[in-house]
């Protein structure tokens, strides 16, 4: 099973490090906890966007590679589960891609052979 992780600083959840989030992003307990000063302390209208990221060494920058393509990898995770409840409600490829904004073939291509394992027919016609 793979745990999810902070999206942040890409810390593992785990029994000490607990995460809160939702829609793929993750947040543990210690950035939970810098970002509610950070931005308690923030003038009003200033955005924390990049906190510190520009004082980051050649090394530290790269180092964080990585985590940034764990945690697109984590969102992308997220997004079929999301479409697996979205399936299981029998909800069509059709609506998929509208929402998505892409075709109903492409929405069946890309999900459906990783969220219809048990539903044959619309896996073998690609008609749903
Ligand atoms: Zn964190």
């Known amino acids: 099973m793979t745990s999810w992780s902070c999206s942040f600083c890409g810390q593992q959840g785990s029994a000490e490090t607990r995460l809160a989030g939702g829609l793929g ?9 810098y970002y509610t000063s950070a ?16 004082r980051l060494t050649d090394a530290e920058m790269l180092g964080t590679l990585p985590k940034i393509a ?11 589960q999301w479409v697996s409840l979205i399936r299981e409600r029998r909800i069509s490829y059709a609506e998929i891609g509208k929402a ?14 990783v969220v219809d394992v048990q539903d044959d027919d619309d896996a073998r016609s690609g008609t749903a």
């Open 25 to 33: 992003a993750m947040i543990c307990t210690d950035c939970l906890s």
């Open 39 to 54: 931005v308690e302390a923030a003038e009003d209208g200033e955005q924390l966007v990049t906190p510190g990221w520009d």
């Open 70 to 80: 764990a945690d697109a990898a984590q969102v992308d995770r997220f997004l079929r």
């Open 100 to 113: 998505l904004g892409v075709s109903r073939q492409a929405a069946w291509e890309r999900f459906s052979r």
